[in-house]
């Protein structure tokens, strides 16, 4: 049997996906998986029918009948060709579903800095998957009960396995207890013991120029300072288990920590870079594994303290674009740490109706999430082809293709938008990208037959 570029691609998501998360339970995964698939290119493909019915048209007729009929043997599972070309599986899909119960605690195969202005957590690589259109989750158990002082563990080489159930299954999100900043009530800060002129020396210079305490006033700098703790670790040191519950977050004075995923080394970051902040905001299990590469001086700010003051300020870009990426179809297969990477990324622009987004014709510069709104899309030469939602994406041919942008964009209702630049759309959205071009109605950034 020969297999259409779809079906490639979708077998080489599958197989990404599949790199990416590991199963343990490859049969059940893929159980999942594809039952998953198969629902968001039924849901997928009702909507642009509905969209397009409504207007009396074919919205894309751009792929062969060869590949409607691949297409639709891959849609229905069967791996024999079929020759019924249904229009659910022309009208293109996104993929995949992080069904393993690491999921939310998995990863990105690369390096690349979490912030920006020079507080990096390591750099990172693309990954590639797909995205599915999982269930919006809102839980949180906003447990914030004092953690433990950290326990060090020596690093033996020997990783135990990780621990499957701790918020296995769950969608992690931003409780609302999470910052509250109005009520620091029954909250007393840490004060750790009196720390030393030298001590605070090297504090300010570890952090103090740091963007994310640069976002304080004098009031939560003081607090942060009097509630880091340092904490010197050996070479070595297991620094953060995977898949353990969230104590501490870290910033790094001197030396080098190593990032691991599954076992994988995932990222790798120096001085004045911090880690473990995901666990702390998102409620979630750790994401990864941190080792020290070298003996480290570290500083640990405690989970309260850390939600009660740097979260509301220094991460109000995630907190602000948590439930929008967390609800976007096309977004659903990026880790707590993709999300919140993009997030850091992300700008808004609010239009009102008639306003124009886009233009026919115009270079593409950013790649946009509607948060709220609707929008028209149209060409020159056809007037309306499809409307827009909150929760649905546009501007991804032209940065995908490199070509003008193909329509313009109107707002009908009054719309906000996050907007991703090009740098980005190319950098950040990793496993997207890939189902992008999936439901690229072009067909271009799959080399199929163009308009
Ligand atoms: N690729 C990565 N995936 C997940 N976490 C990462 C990655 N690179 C660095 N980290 C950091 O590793 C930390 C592990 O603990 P947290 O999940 O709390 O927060 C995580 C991030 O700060």
């Known amino acids: 049997m020969v297999l259409s570029k779809n079906q490639k691609i ?13 199963p343990s339970d490859l049969l059940q995964f893929s159980a ?35 590949e409607c009929a691949a297409a639709g043997a891959w849609s229905n599972n069967d791996v024999e060709e079929k020759k019924d070309d249904e229009a659910s599986d022309v009208t293109f899909k996104s993929p995949f579903v992080s069904q393993d119960p690491h999921s939310t605690s998995s990863h990105s195969s690369g390096d690349q800095g979490l912030f920006k202005g020079g507080f990096n957590v390591g750099q990172e690589t693309i990954h590639r998957a797909g995205s599915p259109m999982g269930p ?8 914030d009960s004092n953690s433990n002082p950290s326990q060090f563990k020596r690093h033996t080489g020997n990783f135990r396995p990780l621990p499957t159930n701790f918020n296995a299954g769950r969608r992690t999100s931003v409780s609302a207890e999470t910052f509250q900043l109005g009520s620091l ?13 030298e001590q605070l020396d090297r504090l300010f210079k570890a952090v103090g120029g740091n963007f994310l305490f640069n976002k304080l006033d004098a009031d939560s700098k003081k607090l942060i300072i009097n509630a880091l703790e340092e904490k010197r670790v050996d070479k070595g040191t297991e620094i953060i288990k995977q898949g353990d519950e969230g104590d501490f977050f870290y910033v790094v004075e001197k030396g080098t920590v190593d990032f691991f995923v599954n076992h994988h080394k995932v990222n790798t970051s120096n001085a004045g870079s911090s880690f473990g902040e995901l666990a702390l905001m998102y409620n979630s299990p750790r994401a990864s594994t941190v080792i020290a590469q070298t003996d480290c001086v570290l500083w640990a700010l405690d989970r309260l303290t850390f939600r009660k003051i740097l979260l509301g300020s220094s991460f109000q870009k995630r907190l602000m674009y948590d439930e929008l990426l967390k609800s976007m179809p096309i977004l659903q297969s990026l880790t707590t740490y993709d999300r919140a990477k993009l997030a850091d990324a992300l700008d808004t622009e609010l239009y009102e109706p008639g306003q124009e987004i886009v233009h026919e014709g115009d270079v593409g510069e950013n790649f946009y999430l509607i948060e709220y709104g609707e929008c028209d899309i149209l060409k020159k030469d056809q007037g309306v082809i499809n409307h827009l939602k909150a929760h649905d994406y546009f501007g991804e041919i032209a940065l995908l293709n490199d070509l003008p942008r193909q329509a313009t964009v109107t707002a009908t209702k009054r719309t906000k938008v996050a907007t991703l630049g090009k740098s980005g759309f190319q950098r950040l959205l990793g496993p997207a990208v890939e189902v992008l071009k999936l439901n690229d109605p072009t067909g271009k950034s799959r080399g199929l037959a163009t308009a």
């Open 10 to 22: 979708e077998l080489e998501l599958y197989e990404a996906e599949i790199n990416r998360q590991k």
């Open 32 to 66: 999942n998986y594809f039952n998953k698939r198969l629902e968001q290119q039924r849901s997928f493909a009702k909507k642009q029918e509905s969209v397009a019915g409504s207007k009396g048209m074919v919205l894309f007729p751009l792929v062969s009948e060869q």
């Open 136 to 143: 919006r989750s809102n839980d949180d158990g906003g447990d």
């Open 185 to 197: 009530d029954n909250w007393t800060p840490p004060h750790y013991v009196e720390k030393t002129p």
